[in-house]
C-alpha cells in the first residue's frame, strides 16, 4: 500500500466527528511532504466540500514561514537557509492556533519557489474547511515554540525515505533552481542533510511513521 493511501486510511475515521480535523506531516527535507499533503487534502476535497463552495479539505504548509532573505542576511543565516532558525516558529504555531479555534476565515502565507520568498496572505482558510493538512520539516520540534503546535494535530505523522534516493532528489532540486553540481552537492550535505539529522531526532513524536518507498 502506497503512502497516500495509509494516510487515508488513516485520516479517514477521525474524519467521521464532524468537526475540524488538523493533520500534521513532519519528515525530513525531500521525503515528499508536501506532495503527500496535498494528494491528502485533494483526496478528501469533494467528499468534504460545503455547501458555500469552499474547499473541504487544504494544505497549508510551514514552509511560508520562511524568514525573508534580507533577515537572513541581517541574522548571518543566509547559508543555512531551511535551518531550524531560519522560520518564524512563533507565527506558524499562532496561525494553526487561529485555525484550530475555527475562525471564520484565516490566511496563510507560501514559499514561492519562483522570486524564493515567503508571500502573506494567498492560502485561505474559510471556517468551513473540514480537514486541514499542514506540512514541513520541524512540526514535532520538542521546543518552544514549536512544541505549542503537538496538541493541535489530530493526527501526526512522520514521513520517512531511504537516504540515497531522497539526497539525490534534494540535489536535483538544487540543480533544478540553477547551482552547479558541486554547489547542489555542497548545499545538501551542508545543509539539508545538517537539518535531516535534527528532524529525525523528532521522530519519536509522530503518532504513526510512514515510509515512501
Known amino acids: 500500500m502506497d503512502v497516500l493511501a495509509q494516510a487515508r486510511d488513516l485520516v479517514a475515521p477521525l474524519l467521521r466527528s464532524g468537526g475540524r480535523t488538523i493533520v500534521g506531516i513532519a519528515g525530513p527535507p525531500g521525503a515528499g511532504k ?42 548571518g543565516l543566509a547559508d543555512r537557509k531551511g535551518a531550524l532558525p531560519t522560520f518564524d516558529g512563533a507565527g506558524f504555531v499562532h496561525l494553526l492556533e487561529r485555525i484550530a479555534a475555527g475562525e471564520e476565515l484565516v490566511y496563510a502565507p507560501a514559499y514561492s519557489r ?19 493538512v499542514t506540512e514541513g520539516n520541524y512540526l514535532l520540534v520538542p521546543e518552544h515554540p514549536w512544541v505549542r503546535a503537538r496538541p493541535l494535530y489530530d493526527l501526526a505523522i512522520y514521513l520517512d525515505m531511504a537516504d540515497g534516493p531522497r539526497v539525490e532528489g534534494l540535489i536535483e532540486r538544487q540543480l533544478s533552481f540553477g547551482l552547479d553540481e558541486a554547489a547542489a552537492r555542497d548545499w545538501v550535505y551542508r545543509s539539508d542533510e545538517d537539518n535531516a539529522r535534527l528532524v529525525a531526532t523528532t521522530r519519536r513524536y509522530a503518532d504513526v511513521v510512514l515510509h515512501r518507498s
Open 114 to 132: 519562483v522570486v524564493h520568498e515567503s508571500i502573506g496572505g494567498v492560502i485561505p482558510v474559510p471556517a468551513g474547511t473540514r480537514l486541514i
Open 34 to 75: 508536501s506532495t503527500l499533503a496535498e494528494a491528502l487534502a485533494e483526496e478528501f476535497a469533494a467528499e468534504l466540500a460545503t455547501g458555500s463552495g469552499a474547499a473541504g479539505a487544504m494544505a497549508v504548509p510551514m514552509d511560508g514561514f520562511h524568514l525573508s532573505n534580507v533577515e537572513l542576511r541581517r541574522l
